[in-house]
């Protein structure tokens, strides 16, 4: 036996059974039906808890499965009777696909492929969206508030001066002479070095230090 992927994959009498598998770390936690959120994307939840149920396992696991999905959506508040609508629905839909799947097939080749529309999802105008061609366009809705909205992860901002590998530009205050230099130190230790040139007047010259020697200019 062994799992892969979304997958238990066991051998037996020299056949591949396959079964879904879930992590036994699974919080069983989906978008929760009170949520505010579309109707459509509540009825999506379901929708891929089935794919994943079926389309990942043999027949003889079909069973004990679909009592799986029915026991976590219970879990996350979503009403028996939308459950059964909302499954019977989708297995209707994977018979059906898989029956017709090569006129479908054909179908889709020779038909043009609708555009997509993603918009905030208000639930007073939600509604408004449906009398669109679905042959022409489609329309799924996303929620305007988003977590990262609200919980930021921020660095502590860095003074300018405390930053390395820059170039920087020092303005003479008296004129328009200016001096632009590089340094892969931190900034703030090489504007002290500037200032020690300038006021001990040492034997390290620079062009800094010419300047304000020669024209008793002050920098800033």
């Known amino acids: 036996k062994l799992n892969f ?23 069983s936690r989906f ?29 003889g696991f079909h069973k004990r499965n679909l009592t799986l999905i029915i026991d976590i959506l219970l879990d996350n508040d979503y009403p028996l009777d939308f459950i059964f609508d909302s499954v019977n629905l989708r297995i209707k839909h994977l018979l059906k696909n898989h029956k017709d ?60 001066t405390s930053k390395s590998n820059v170039v920087y530009k020092i303005q003479c205050n008296d004129c328009e002479a200016s001096y632009v230099g590089q340094t892969s130190r931190q900034l703030k230790t090489r504007i002290k070095e500037h200032r020690n040139h300038i006021n001990h007047n040492s034997s390290t010259r620079s062009v800094i230090t010419d300047h304000r020697l020669e024209y008793n200019h002050d920098f800033r």
């Open 101 to 160: 799947h090569a006129r479908t097939q054909i179908d889709n080749n020779n038909n043009a492929c609708p555009s997509w529309l993603t918009v905030p999802f208000i639930p007073i105008h939600a509604e408004k969206f449906k009398r669109f061609d679905r042959s022409v366009v489609r329309v799924s809705f996303r929620s305007p508030n988003k977590m990262k909205k609200y919980i930021k992860v921020q660095k502590d901002s860095r003074l300018h």
């Open 31 to 59: 978008l929760n039906f009170l949520s505010n959120h579309p109707i459509s994307q509540k009825m999506g939840v379901v929708f891929s808890l089935v794919d994943r149920a079926f389309l990942l396992s043999d027949f």
């Open 5 to 27: 992927l979304d997958t238990t994959i066991s051998k037996i009498n020299n056949t591949f059974i396959f079964d879904w598998y879930r992590k036994p770390t699974s919080s």
